[in-house]
């Protein structure tokens, strides 16, 4: 099952978001995520949260989890987690770039803790699509211009690229140093990307 949950960072254009299928999907609101679903017409599976980021305190949801402000999880690692309990496969989070600084790196971290669990994450907006991998891996065209890798977390070791306009071959890959940015796909159907061990975030961006 798929999952999208809203987190409350600005979207400034919706009309990337007509491209998703929120009805076959669950919907979870992460606090002020809320205002984007009520944007969108939608009424969300759920809403979790403390409540400190909400415009309007009336939410109409089918179910409502509500948590104190004082708590160890941001309310988009609770919405997370739930997801992954209900044992959702692919998890999209909306709303989660830009804003604070401090919030966008923790859903970086997010994206880590999904893919432990055995899901696929991504935060998506309407210039960026980031997700991590922990094994080889292989990409597709999907009309973004540019493709990146950073190793998140420690060291990405053998790392290879095979079928984008950039090869490498065996290379490590050093936190503290920007060594594969701004690949692109140069006529191939795909890219083949592997290393030995490390965890590669990927982040495919249009100007």
């Known amino acids: 099952m798929k999952c999208y949950i809203f987190c409350s960072s600005k979207i400034e254009?919706?009309?990337?978001?007509?491209?998703?299928?929120?009805?076959?999907?669950?919907?979870?609101?992460?606090?002020?995520?809320?205002?984007?679903?009520?944007?969108?017409?939608?009424?969300?599976?759920?809403?979790?949260?403390?409540?400190?980021?909400?415009?309007?305190?009336n939410v109409v949801a089918k179910e409502i989890m509500t948590f104190p402000v004082q708590k160890d999880n941001t309310d988009t690692d609770l919405a997370v987690m739930e997801a992954l309990a209900r044992g959702c496969e692919e998890i999209i989070i909306l709303g989660a770039l830009g804003g604070r600084l401090d919030h966008e790196f923790s859903h970086f971290c997010l994206l880590k803790k999904i893919m432990e669990h055995g899901a696929k994450g991504f935060l998506i907006n309407e210039n960026n699509e980031i997700t991590m991998e922990n094994k080889s891996f292989t990409v597709f065209p999907n009309g973004r211009k540019y493709i990146s890798f950073f190793p998140f977390g420690g060291d990405v070791k053998n790392f290879s690229v095979k079928g984008l306009c950039y090869e490498a071959?065996?290379?490590?890959?050093?936190?503290?140093?920007?060594?594969?940015?701004?690949?692109?796909?140069?006529?191939?159907?795909?890219?083949?990307?592997?290393?030995?061990?490390?965890?590669?975030?990927?982040?495919?961006?249009?100007?």
């Open 13 to 57: 254009n919706y009309e990337y978001l007509k491209s998703f299928d929120f009805v076959s999907g669950l919907v979870i609101c992460a606090d002020g995520g809320y205002s984007h679903a009520k944007k969108l017409g939608l009424v969300p599976d759920l809403w979790i949260g403390d409540g400190d980021s909400l415009v309007s305190k």
């Open 169 to 207: 071959e065996n290379m490590n890959l050093v936190c503290g140093e920007v060594q594969a940015s701004s690949n692109c796909f140069d006529g191939e159907k795909c890219g083949e990307i592997s290393f030995e061990s490390g965890n590669i975030l990927v982040v495919r961006s249009d100007d």
